[in-house]
């Protein structure tokens, strides 16, 4: 299983970015996905959750309405559409897919700051 995320950046407050993880080693299509991220502050947080199909979703509270997350079951690919960044989500954002345990990538940094 490798998941490698890509996107990543530094933006102002307000602003939008595309995160993308592209998945290979498995079912792609059979899974759900998830984002997660990281700060030193707050440790790992949940964000987002696809099912296998796409047909259902789920957020964070802390995320909800600004961030949405699809997948591209053609191109083993999940992604993560940011709208509306604050300072607040500035962090380290990994995808995941759990097969028996857990599997990460090597993250995405993203930076809001003006």
């Known amino acids: 299983v490798q998941l490698v995320e890509s996107g990543g950046g530094l933006v102002q407050p307000g602003e939008s970015l595309r995160l993308s993880c592209a998945a290979s080693g498995f079912t792609f299509s059979s899974y759900n996905m998830r984002w997660y991220r990281q700060t030193p502050m707050k440790g790992r947080e949940w964000v987002a959750q696809?099912?296998?199909?796409?047909?259902?979703?789920n957020y964070a509270s802390s995320v909800q309405g600004r961030f949405t997350i699809s997948r591209d079951n053609a191109k083993n690919t999940v992604y993560l559409r940011m709208n509306l960044l604050k300072p607040e989500d500035t962090a380290v954002y990994y995808c995941n897919v759990q097969i028996v345990r857990n599997y990460w990538g090597q993250g995405t940094q993203v930076t809001v700051s003006s």
């Open positions: 696809i099912t296998g199909a796409g047909e259902r979703t």
